[in-house]
């Protein structure tokens, strides 16, 4: 089976551009997670779905940023207006029902490696 | 203040060594999940321990959780190259470590 999948692997844009990031959880698996990692705060929870339902999105970093998921098979995060700080790698991850919040493994994708300059 | 810190944060040592490496929090936790990062790559879960005391080995690795459930550790016995990459543990899904980056030199 595949795994999680996500686009693009990079993207270098300029400041004040629209960003956008896709993710394609494992199928079947009802929680998605977006996260952002960098090397001063580590791996951050953003947001995460269940059964494509926003949870819980308080590790947004701000009203710049926000997330959707139209259905079980597709999940965006958009930036905009980009700036410099969001310049990250940002990862999607998946869940099966009945193992998340029960030590319940994370599938990640490749991440996004996201460059504003 | 991170909820948990991992020490330490770089470890460079030669092929065939020994090596610790831990999470440590003020915190009690029903869990905790270890996962390996290599460059370019997302985490990939080794292993979840639950149960104060536990110890799951995993190859030449050996995981132990504290007996009261606010720190665990990692111990690899003779790195190799393969081993080099992101260490990382977290609890559920929620908090993940500071992470220890681990270059085994061959």
Redesign the interface.
């Known amino acids: 089976d595949a795994g999680v999948i996500q686009s693009p692997r990079h993207e270098v844009t300029e400041m004040g551009q629209e960003v956008t990031l896709r993710c394609k959880p494992i199928s079947g698996h009802d929680y998605l997670f977006w996260y952002r990692q960098t090397m001063m705060r580590g791996l951050e929870l953003l947001i995460y779905f269940n059964n494509n339902v926003p949870i819980d999105d308080s590790g947004m970093p701000e009203d710049r940023f926000s997330a959707k998921m139209p259905n079980a098979s597709f999940s965006t995060l958009k930036i905009q207006p980009s700036e410099p700080r969001d310049s990250a790698v940002y990862f999607c991850a998946s869940t099966p029902l009945g193992l998340a919040g029960q030590n319940g493994e994370l599938f990640f994708g490749e991440g996004s490696r996201l460059t504003v300059l | 203040t991170?909820l948990l810190e991992q020490s330490p944060q770089f470890l460079s040592i030669q092929e065939g060594e020994n090596l610790t490496v831990y999470c440590n929090s003020s915190s009690v936790f029903s869990?905790l999940?270890w996962?390996r990062q290599e460059p370019?790559?997302?985490?990939?879960?080794l292993v979840?321990v639950?149960t104060g005391g536990e110890v799951k080995k995993l190859k030449r690795l050996t995981f132990q959780f504290g007996d009261a459930r606010k720190d665990s550790s990692l111990h690899i016995t003779a790195a190799q190259p393969g081993d080099t990459g992101l260490y990382?543990c977290a609890y559920?899904?929620?908090?993940?470590?500071?992470?220890t980056s681990l270059t085994v030199i061959p």
Do not use: A
Request: hydrophobic share 30%.
């Open positions: 991170q869990s999940q996962y370019g790559e997302g985490p990939v879960l979840t639950v990382l559920n899904q929620f908090y993940f470590g500071t992470g």
